[in-house]
């Protein structure tokens, strides 16, 4: 029988260091579990802050219409340069903009349980002091996969939300002509990164 470890952790309902879930676990396993999770945090909030930095710049020097062309030239190459060492970096997301960024069964299942966990903080009106996160080992292959949420902020919504500019939404569709990535709300689960390391 493959013998395996799966363990999730979620920011708002367990810590980072909770339990494996397989008791037969061993301390190397659980250690080099822990260190792709700091890594895969680390490579996820690079991505995050980049494509940020990027769509800052664009959106400053021409629009949200730049911004929109920038996201659309720049959010690909960013995830492949990081996607090195084993490790593949990306997006995903229930309602997607790309294409490209379709979820899988297994980060399908993981987006339904982070968008069930922020519409809980939204109802208990706070935010979530930790990442809502989620990772599961293969101690056969070595695979490695994490997710992160990405949670609807302020700076989201006008290409993202319910009242999207009309200029904005033909650059859009000008791109994305499936876009189906509009109409969320303030605090809504967006997405998340989506990151995978198979051992070379």
Known sequence: MKKSIFLIALGLAVSAGCPFANAQNNELAESE?????????????????????????????GGLEAGVEECKLAAEPIAEGLSQNGWEVGRTALKVRNPNNVPDEW???QLALFASLLEKTKLEEKQPSTPIDTYKYDSDSGEFRY???????????ACHGAQVAPSVKETILKHYPKDEATGFELGELRGAFTLTYSPQ
């Open 33 to 61: 579990v822990q260190t792709k999770v700091k890594q895969a945090r680390v490579h996820a909030k690079a991505l995050g802050g980049a494509l940020k930095s990027r769509l800052k710049q664009a959106i400053q020097s």
């Open 107 to 109: 980060e399908r299942e």
């Open 147 to 157: 997710m992160m949420a990405i949670q609807q902020g302020q700076v989201c919504m």
